[in-house]
Structures are given as C-alpha cells and as structure tokens.
C-alpha cells in the first residue's frame, strides 16, 4: 500500500556577511540557490535528485511585495525556474508566492495536502533577500544588472494590497507605524506605562538575540542587553513609538533558506535515511481583515482561532511543546501569541530558534523559511519533541502555523480546523466613520519621527456613538503633546475632516 504521508526531508540556509564587490553581488535568486544545494547535501540521498523535482516555490521577494515593485536592478521574470537552473532542476511546476511572512508555512501546508493526495512526488520551498546588497551597491554605484528572462510555465500569485484607500490617506501602510498602534493598545489593556512597556520588551527582545548571537545563519549575530534596548540612544533611536530601531525587523539582510518536501515513498526510493524524516502534524491558515474593521486592535483573533485548532487538534497544551519559532517582527507579534496560546512570555522556554526578526535578521516574507529550517534540525536530534511554528503576515493579518515531530503522527496530517476562515469572517467588526468631526477619545496612537523628529501622529479613536475614526496630528502643539510623558490613551481631542483624512487636534476649544 502506498504511504504518501508528507515529511521534509532536507532544509539548507546561507547568509552573505563579506566585504561587498561586483563579484560577490548576490541577486536573491542567488542566494536561494546556495541554500538549495545546502539542502540538497543534507538530504542525504543515495542518488542525486535535483532533477526529480516537480515543484518549486519561490517566495514572493520583500521590493516585490507592492504592484510593480521589482527593485533597482530588476528580476527574473520567471524567478522560480531561474532558481531551478542553477540547481539542475526542471519542474512540472514552477509558483511565485502572495506577499507575506505566512508564506513559507503557508507553502508547506499547501504541499502536505498535495503530497499526501498523490499530486506531487517531490515539491521544493525557497526564498531569499539580498535587500543589504541592493543598498550597499546603490551606495558604491555597483552597475548591478539581476534582470533574467527565463521560458515556462509560471504560477504567479500577485501581491495584494492590505489596506484600503482610507487607512492609506492615515499612513496605515507602513508595518513599523501600524504595529504600533496595536503595541500601544496591547500595553495600556495590560495596565502598563510606555516606559514599563519598554522595559517588558527589551527583556523579551535581549533574549531573541542572545539566540541569534549563536546562531551561525544570523545577519546581526550580536548580543543586546535588556539595558541597550531599554535607552533611547544614538544606536537605538526611535522609529514609531513605543518602537526604537532594535525593536523592529531589520531587513538590510542578504539571507536565503530552502526547504525539502516528499512522501514517505519518495524518501524511501531517493535513499533518504529516516533520520531526515520530520513528519507535520497539524496545520491551520485563516486571514483578518482591514485593520479599521477589528474591534479590538491588542489581540489577534487568527493567532487566537489558528493556535488554539492546531494544539487542540494534536491534544496538547502549549506547555507540551517543547520548540518554537514566534514570529517576531514586533514585540506585540510574540506577545499577541503568547496570549493568545496561554503561555507566560516570561517563561524560561525559548520562544525562537532562529533569534527573531530584529537580531537573526528579517528576510522578508521568507523569514520562516529559516525558522522551520532551523526548527527541524532541532527537531532531528531530539526525536522525541514537537515544535510548533507561527507565521505571520500582513499586519497581523495571516496566519500560517504548523506543528511538527520527528515522530510519525498516530493520524495522518491534517488541517486542524477546514472551517477556520468561516469563524473568523463571521466576527464581529468595528463601524467606521471616514468624514469624523466633533469630539472623540483615543482608542490607541503612535508618533512617527524621522531622523529623530517626530513628523506625524497617528490616533485611532472613536465618537461619542462608538463609531471608530483614524485621523493624524500634524500641528506642532500636537506632535509635542504625542512626545511627552503623559499617557494619551482614553484622552478627548477635536477631531475635524480635512480633504482626504481626518485631523485631530488636543485643543478642545
């Protein structure tokens, strides 16, 4: 009898740290191929079997990820087959991803279900940056030239924007401000100052890069004491507050990651020891919607409704799982989670095994590339644990998350909960007024600065009626009121439309 069960046999990852030169100028694509062939090694196959590959996933490049976005120096127009040239490989398949750090687990999800239902014999996932070389060549003026043109089928998913006209004309398009206006709200729900904040997440973020330090893939290997993140300093400046620039990804990254996918069958046949084998157990994808449309901006209800079907659908509490990787592109990102699963964030138990977005380096939208790579090597030499993996994307807006074992799972491999996305559309969502005027309170907030200078405020409040407004602080009295101490949330300002956006003023008058 056929066993098509889905395991990843193989993962590989690079990072480039070297002095640059026109010779060592990496495209992306690049980089992923000095993962794949560190992948291919480590399969440890008896034959080699580049060329059985059927399928390749190519995750969508960060410079990519907006309509027409290619990057200085251009792209392949087919990237995935231009990755399979360079490894000996000619898919029946070739997939360029959606934008989105849910991606790559999303990509491994996707995969199970066709390995398992006989679709595909031998699927590989890649993705990589090189988003430090393209500025360090536009610095030096390296003539660089990355375009290719490359024949074949081409599964190109586009990019799709995650936000509408009215969050845009307020600036929520920018991760860095959007992820502060949850990080504010999360705070003051949890009764905490922003200094206390500061001082929460600099202990959280000081031991992400403790692991990334050691880690030999890491962009910024490089300890970070909880005193360092704390202070506002010339090398720790603020982005958007609550967010200081080691709170935040830091994508001047030159990192690639591959992954390797089979049945159990296809291993056997490739000579694949079992010893490579690491089964996925559980698996769960559901989306959010428009950032204005959530009720509650400091929780996360698809991290809620996703973590809690794949735990329970393995029967395990989180305090079962022995290994995880937490998407950490923010602070609030590993603390939604944390909540959202019960876990204490405070808990002695690594949350990441790669050391986060802000330390290991953030590969764009293939960031969890390197962290189920990094988790499945783990996951060989201790048999006996599970891992658990959460990928976001968005703005808190997917979820992609997968449990894993060397262990063979009792049942087959299975989506937790098929009727997940069906729960979540059917939440309640917040009524938004776009033309605000009259008297309103703040429901969360972020200032914005540039160069050290805070440039523009962004308020999230509500009327008297309840109906949520977005508006901005543009005036110098404001900004300096958003600069200071006090506490602004459940604060009444004037709000007034103007143009295309709302404006909020603390003069009541």
């Known amino acids: 009898m056929a066993n098509t069960t889905p395991i990843l046999v193989a993962s590989g990852q690079y990072v480039f740290r070297d002095t640059l030169t026109p010779e060592n100028a990496l495209a992306p694509v690049d980089i992923a191929a000095e993962a794949v062939k560190v992948a291919l090694a480590s399969a440890q196959a008896t034959e080699p079997f580049a060329e059985q590959i059927d399928t ?73 940056e090189a988003t430090c070389i393209m500025k360090q060549a536009l610095k030096a003026g390296l003539p660089l030239d990355w375009r290719e043109q490359v024949d074949g089928q ?62 030999p893939y ?78 509650d901006l400091a929780v996360s209800e698809t991290m809620r409704l996703s973590l809690n079907a794949v735990l329970a659908s393995v029967g395990k509490s989180i305090d079962q799982i022995d290994i995880m990787d937490i998407y950490s592109c923010f602070p609030i990102a590993v603390l939604a989670a944390c909540e959202a699963m019960g876990l204490d964030w405070t808990t002695d138990k690594p949350l990441t095994v790669t050391g986060g977005l802000p330390f290991f380096g953030g590969a764009g939208n293939s960031y969890s590339t390197h962290a189920i790579a990094s988790l499945t090597d783990v996951l060989r030499s201790k048999p006996q644990n599970y891992g658990l993996i959460i990928a976001n994307g968005g703005f808190l807006s997917k979820q992609s998350v997968g449990i894993y074992s060397a262990q063979a ?62 508006a901005n602080a543009e005036d110098e009295s404001s900004l300096a009121i958003m600069a200071g101490n006090t506490e602004l949330i459940g604060r009444k300002v004037q709000v007034r439309h103007k143009e295309n956006k709302n404006i909020v003023s603390f003069n009541l008058n």
């Open 409 to 470: 799972p009792s049942k087959p491999c299975h989506n937790a909960d098929p009727n997940l996305q069906t729960k979540c559309n059917a939440l309640p969502r917040a009524e938004l007024v776009e033309q605000a005027k009259g008297i309103g309170s703040i429901e969360t907030y972020t200032l914005v600065y540039n160069r050290g200078v805070a440039t523009l405020g962004m308020v999230v409040g509500h009327l008297d009626d309840g109906r949520r407004f977005f």
């Open 56 to 128: 390749i996933a190519f995750i969508r490049g960060f410079v990519d990820s907006i309509p027409s976005g290619a990057g200085p120096f251009g792209m392949s127009n087919n990237i995935p087959r231009s990755l399979a040239k360079r490894i000996g490989a000619n898919p029946r398949s070739a997939i360029y991803g959606r934008e989105g750090g849910h991606s790559p687990q999303r990509f491994v999800n996707e995969f199970a279900e066709k390995i398992a239902a006989g679709e595909m014999s031998l699927g590989l996932i890649a993705g990589a």
């Open 218 to 295: 890491s962009q910024f290997p490089t300890v970070r004491s909880e005193a360092f993140l704390n202070e506002i300093s010339a090398e720790n400046y603020w982005v958007a507050r609550p967010y200081t620039k080691w709170m935040v990804a830091q994508d001047a990254v030159n990192q690639g990651a591959a992954l390797l996918m089979c049945s159990v069958d296809k291993a056997i046949e490739l000579g694949i020891p079992e010893s490579q084998w690491v089964y996925l157990h559980s698996y769960a994808d559901v989306d959010d919607g428009w950032v204005s449309e959530r009720p």
């Open 154 to 215: 081409l599964d190109d998913r586009g990019c799709h924007l995650l936000f509408t006209d009215h969050e845009v004309n307020h600036g929520i398009t920018f991760p860095t401000q959007v992820y502060a206006l949850f990080e504010n709200a999360w705070r003051v729900k949890h009764g905490l100052s922003e200094a206390a904040h500061r001082k929460l997440a600099s202990r959280l973020f000081s031991k992400f890069s403790e692991v990334a330090a050691s880690n």
